[in-house]
Protein backbone atom coordinates (compact mmCIF):
# COMPACT_ATOMS: atom_id res chain seq x y z
CA UNK A 1 0.00 0.00 0.00
CA UNK A 2 2.67 2.34 0.57
CA UNK A 3 3.15 2.99 -3.48
CA UNK A 4 -0.13 3.11 -4.43
CA UNK A 5 -0.12 6.85 -3.66
CA UNK A 6 3.19 7.32 -5.23
CA UNK A 7 2.48 7.38 -8.69
CA UNK A 8 -0.84 9.79 -8.44
CA UNK A 9 1.30 12.17 -6.43
CA UNK A 10 3.99 12.00 -9.61
CA UNK A 11 1.78 12.41 -12.14
CA UNK A 12 0.22 15.62 -9.94
CA UNK A 13 3.26 17.06 -9.72
CA UNK A 14 4.27 16.30 -13.65
CA UNK A 15 0.88 18.07 -14.61
CA UNK A 16 1.29 20.93 -12.44
CA UNK A 17 5.06 21.44 -13.78
CA UNK A 18 3.61 21.14 -16.92
CA UNK A 19 1.07 23.68 -16.74
CA UNK A 20 3.14 26.27 -15.20
CA UNK A 21 5.69 25.96 -18.01
CA UNK A 22 2.67 26.43 -20.63
CA UNK A 23 1.34 29.10 -18.80
CA UNK A 24 4.70 31.33 -18.82
CA UNK A 25 5.54 30.31 -22.39
CA UNK A 26 2.22 31.87 -22.93
CA UNK A 27 2.58 34.94 -21.14
CA UNK A 28 6.19 35.36 -22.75
CA UNK A 29 5.10 35.12 -25.90
CA UNK A 30 2.22 37.26 -25.19
CA UNK A 31 4.52 40.46 -24.54
CA UNK A 32 4.76 42.68 -27.52
CA UNK A 33 8.06 44.53 -27.68
CA UNK A 34 8.37 48.14 -29.38
CA UNK A 35 11.25 50.21 -30.33
CA UNK A 36 11.18 54.16 -30.53
CA UNK A 37 12.19 57.51 -29.68
CA UNK A 38 11.06 60.00 -27.33
CA UNK A 39 11.14 63.94 -27.23
CA UNK A 40 11.30 65.13 -23.56
CA UNK A 41 12.42 68.76 -22.47
CA UNK A 42 14.74 69.61 -25.51
CA UNK A 43 15.84 66.21 -25.12
CA UNK A 44 15.37 62.95 -27.11
CA UNK A 45 16.45 59.66 -27.06
CA UNK A 46 15.72 55.72 -27.77
CA UNK A 47 12.78 53.84 -26.16
CA UNK A 48 12.01 50.67 -25.78
CA UNK A 49 8.12 49.88 -24.15
CA UNK A 50 7.47 45.88 -23.51
CA UNK A 51 3.47 45.45 -23.21
CA UNK A 52 1.49 42.59 -21.38
CA UNK A 53 -1.66 41.73 -21.94
CA UNK A 54 -4.01 42.11 -19.11
CA UNK A 55 -7.51 41.77 -21.04
CA UNK A 56 -9.06 42.41 -23.87
CA UNK A 57 -7.60 45.86 -24.81
CA UNK A 58 -5.64 46.19 -21.28
CA UNK A 59 -2.05 46.31 -21.02
CA UNK A 60 0.93 46.42 -18.38
CA UNK A 61 3.88 48.41 -19.88
CA UNK A 62 7.00 49.25 -18.94
CA UNK A 63 8.96 51.72 -20.72
CA UNK A 64 13.10 51.64 -20.74
CA UNK A 65 15.29 54.59 -21.79
CA UNK A 66 17.66 56.50 -20.86
CA UNK A 67 17.27 60.61 -19.72
CA UNK A 68 20.00 63.08 -19.11
CA UNK A 69 22.33 59.59 -19.31
CA UNK A 70 20.67 57.80 -16.44
CA UNK A 71 18.56 54.63 -17.35
CA UNK A 72 14.99 54.37 -16.36
CA UNK A 73 12.11 52.53 -16.35
CA UNK A 74 8.56 54.21 -16.30
CA UNK A 75 5.72 51.51 -15.00
CA UNK A 76 1.85 51.35 -15.15
CA UNK A 77 -0.90 50.76 -17.44
CA UNK A 78 -2.64 51.07 -21.08
CA UNK A 79 -5.55 50.68 -22.69
CA UNK A 80 -6.16 50.77 -26.53
CA UNK A 81 -5.03 49.04 -29.55
CA UNK A 82 -1.19 47.83 -30.49
CA UNK A 83 -1.98 47.70 -34.12
CA UNK A 84 -4.28 50.69 -35.11
CA UNK A 85 -6.25 53.21 -33.03
CA UNK A 86 -6.08 54.97 -29.68
CA UNK A 87 -3.57 53.61 -27.16
CA UNK A 88 -3.61 55.53 -23.59
CA UNK A 89 -2.17 55.03 -20.68
CA UNK A 90 -0.54 56.21 -17.06
CA UNK A 91 3.03 55.54 -15.95
CA UNK A 92 5.20 55.92 -12.76
CA UNK A 93 8.74 56.49 -12.20
CA UNK A 94 10.42 53.87 -10.27
CA UNK A 95 10.46 55.71 -7.05
CA UNK A 96 6.35 56.32 -7.88
CA UNK A 97 7.00 60.20 -7.08
CA UNK A 98 6.17 61.55 -10.63
CA UNK A 99 2.55 60.15 -12.81
CA UNK A 100 2.89 60.55 -16.12
CA UNK A 101 0.01 60.12 -18.93
CA UNK A 102 0.43 59.17 -22.52
CA UNK A 103 -2.21 59.17 -25.33
CA UNK A 104 -2.28 58.98 -29.40
CA UNK A 105 -2.88 56.29 -31.66
CA UNK A 106 -1.01 53.67 -34.14
CA UNK A 107 -1.22 53.82 -37.88
CA UNK A 108 0.00 51.60 -40.29
CA UNK A 109 2.37 50.25 -37.42
CA UNK A 110 3.79 53.34 -35.89
CA UNK A 111 2.20 54.87 -32.32
CA UNK A 112 2.68 58.96 -32.39
CA UNK A 113 1.37 60.21 -28.92
CA UNK A 114 2.15 62.52 -26.62
CA UNK A 115 2.83 62.51 -22.55
CA UNK A 116 2.65 65.00 -20.05
CA UNK A 117 2.98 64.88 -16.04
CA UNK A 118 0.29 64.69 -13.69
CA UNK A 119 0.33 67.38 -10.49
CA UNK A 120 -2.21 68.40 -8.37
CA UNK A 121 -4.79 66.71 -10.63
CA UNK A 122 -3.58 68.92 -13.57
CA UNK A 123 -1.71 67.88 -17.01
CA UNK A 124 1.38 69.25 -18.29
CA UNK A 125 2.60 68.54 -21.68
CA UNK A 126 6.22 67.16 -21.23
CA UNK A 127 6.86 65.72 -24.74
CA UNK A 128 6.05 63.45 -27.55
CA UNK A 129 6.87 59.49 -28.30
CA UNK A 130 7.05 57.32 -31.45
CA UNK A 131 6.43 53.40 -31.21
CA UNK A 132 7.12 50.98 -33.92
CA UNK A 133 6.16 47.33 -34.36
Known sequence: MKNHGRPLATAAAA????FLLTTLAVS???KQTLQGEYRW????????AVFA????GRWNVDFHFKFQGA???YSGTASG??????LEGT??????RRTFNFRGAFED?????????VQGGRESRTGTLTLRR
Request: charged share 30%; glycine share 14%.
Open 81 to 86: SLDDGD
Open 53 to 56: PDGD
Open 91 to 96: VRTENR
Open 41 to 48: SGESGSLE
Open 15 to 18: AAAL
Open 109 to 117: GVFRGAHSE
Open 71 to 73: PHV
Open 28 to 30: AAS
